[in-house]
């Protein structure tokens, strides 16, 4: 493992000393799972279902009764 320097504010860094107390983990511990659960989360595809109802107008809200009438 790798050894990295961070720079934390210092309120972050008593919240973390406090969850460290709470868990009985290491501040670097905790440190390790955020980052890889925030890797994980960032790199997992989104559902193919994501933007299927992305029609590229941006008026449809203000614009919704006049458009539901409009013929094609």
Known sequence: MKSTTIYLPEETE???QKLATQTG???PEIIQELITDYLTKKTQKLPKSVGMGSS??????????ELLWIEE
């Open 25 to 27: 983990k290491s501040i």
């Open 56 to 65: 590229g107008r941006s008026d449809l809200s203000s614009k919704a009764e």
């Open 14 to 16: 008593a919240n973390l």
